[in-house]
Structures are given as C-alpha cells and as structure tokens.
C-alpha cells in the first residue's frame, strides 16, 4: 500500500510541472491587440494617429483584420496606411495607423473594432475587440488676458531660388495681370451691389434696425445657428461697407480686423469682436455649436463694436 502511494506521488511530481508549463504556454499563446494614440486632446479640425497593433504565434492563427468605414463615430477618417506586419521571436506582429479628425466638440470617443481570429487547425474562432479610446476635442480657446499685439512685418528669408523656379514665378505673374485685368473690365460691365449704397437710412440706424429684427426672429432659439451667424456678419460688413464707401462684403473675417485697426478701436473690444468673428467662421464652415449664451453675447458685442465705429467717426479731428 505504500508503495503505491509512493508512485503516485512520483508521477504527479513528474507530470504536474510539464502540465503547468504546457497551459502556461497555450494560455500564452492566445492572439493580442493593443491600441493607442499620440493625442488625447485635440483641436477642432486637428489630426492625431490611431495605432492598433497585434500579436500572435507564427503559423498558429488566421486572423481577419476589420475594414475601415470613412467615419469613426463623431471621427473622420483622413488616411488609412497600409497594414504593416513583422515576424520576430516567433510572433508574427501586424499593425496600422489610422489618421482621424473631427469637427464635433466635447469628449469623443473612439468605438472598439472587431478583428477575427481562428486557429489553423480546427473552426473555432473568436474576435478581438480594441479598446474604446476617449478624445477631448475642444474649440481654439482664445486668451482675454493677453494684448492685442500689432501686426508684424514680413520677414525676408535669404534664400537661393533656381532659375526654372524664377520663370515658373514670373509667367504665373503675367497670368494674374492679365486674370485682374479681364475682371476689372467685366466688373465695369456689372456694378457692384448698387443697392447696398442706395439705403435712405444712415449706416448705424440701419444696422441697429437689422440687428433687432435679426434679435426678433430668435434664430437661435429655433436652432438655426448656422442662419443667425451668417446673417450678424453679413449686417456687419454691410454697415462697414457703407461707412467705408467701400465694398467689403467679400472680406474674410481676418481681412475684417486688419481693416478695423484703422479706427483706433480699444483693444479689448476689438479682442473681443474677433472672438466673434471667429466663431462665426467655425459655425460656417466647421460645423460647430456654440453655446447659446455664447450667440447671444456675440449679438450684444456686434452692437458694441458699431456703436465704437459710429462714435469714433462723430468725434472731431483734433
């Protein structure tokens, strides 16, 4: 009897490491994903790189990689790279860098992609998830507490051009000449906006008549943001067209406040206005959603910022 005891015990001694070692490996063996990005925190409209990477024993698994969609949840797919794959240690290793964007602000997040694997030898597969990645994406914020600084002149960079380079700048040249002549002819055809100057009201009573109607209509309550931030700048640059006797309304929002440092406005007010401008452009063409409060107060600065230019203008040259 105890001579039994004693061989079993032998054979558990001898079996129970070769045992443990074997499902350690085929524990080991299973096939992994890892995910990552270079930014957790990004700008409206700014690319960051998605990295998913795998990992398996060589010659062990199939593995289907996930196909990727133009979109990513609140994110856009800007390039997709080639699916890379390296074999060391006896892993085979792939991995791929998706470049994503996005144009929705707040905490985003990236969903989870499935990939298929299935061993060689048998039917059974299983799908690999990647993880779920949070992004902050945020509006350009933009500091009260800094001044207002001048613009600064251009910088001359010496450098040598080629020849090919200097005939390549000078036909483009002549070709602009003769695009801006042809447009002044046909501009002389057709009037710029004669009505824009025909307007029996002053510049000032008319904008303020505009902006209260626009304030009536109570877009922003109706969630027509796109409509009420187009309208504020276009009563903007109708007014500052008038007082000017100039056609502006074709100006950029830059080409707005480079025009507005002539009138000796505060810079407080004028860092203030530019705020407001630039989230129009954002409502515009990037789709954002500002707060409601923040619409309302972007009305209530264009009021001020008028007023400013209309008061500027009455007082006396000294």
């Not at 010659?59 to 390039?79: A, M, Q, Y």
């Not at 985003?108 to 799908?127: E, W, Y």
């Not at 993880?131 to 910088?155: C, N, R």
């Not at 005939?167 to 046909?186: C, S, T």
Request: glycine residues 4%; hydrophobic residues 40%; charged residues 25%.
């Amino acid at each position: 009897m105890k001579k039994s005891v004693y061989h079993r015990g032998l054979v558990v001694c001898i079996f129970l490491p070769g045992f443990l070692f074997f499902t350690h490996q085929v524990f080991a063996q299973q096939p992994s994903v890892k995910t990552s990005v270079d930014k957790t925190k990004i700008l409206i409209g700014e690319q960051f790189h998605y990295k998913v990477e795998t990992s398996m024993p060589d010659n062990t698994f199939r593995l289907s990689w996930f196909d990727i969609p133009d979109t990513l949840g609140n994110f856009v797919v800007v390039k997709k790279d080639k699916i890379d794959s390296v074999s060391a240690s006896g892993n085979l290793n792939f991995s791929q860098v998706i470049t994503l964007t996005s144009f929705d602000s707040g905490i985003r997040v990236i969903p989870p992609l499935i990939l298929n694997a299935g061993p060689l030898q048998g039917d059974t597969s299983f799908n690999l998830l990647t993880d779920s990645i949070p992004i902050d994406v945020a509006f350009s914020p933009m500091d009260s507490t800094k001044t207002f600084h001048d613009i600064k002149t251009i910088i001359d960079v010496k450098k040598e051009w080629p020849l090919w380079l200097w005939i390549v700048i000078g036909v483009a040249i002549l070709l602009l000449i003769f695009w801006i002549i042809f447009l002044i002819k046909f501009l002389k055809k057709k009037p710029v906006s004669t009505e824009l100057f025909s307007s029996k009201l002053k510049p000032y009573d008319e904008a303020m008549q505009s902006l209260t109607e626009l304030e009536r209509e109570q877009l922003i309550q109706k969630n027509e943001v796109k409509e009420f931030h187009t309208r504020l700048t276009e009563i903007f640059k109708r007014y500052i067209s008038r007082e000017a006797k100039m056609y502006k309304m074709h100006f950029t929002s830059d080409e707005l406040l480079l025009d507005l440092d002539q009138y000796g406005i505060g810079k407080e007010k004028l860092f203030a206005f530019a705020n407001c401008l630039r989230m129009g452009s954002a409502v515009k063409f990037a789709k954002y959603i500002p707060l409601q409060s923040d619409s309302e107060k972007c009305l209530q600065q264009t009021k001020e910022i008028i007023t400013e230019i209309n008061n500027l203008n009455k007082e006396p040259a000294k």
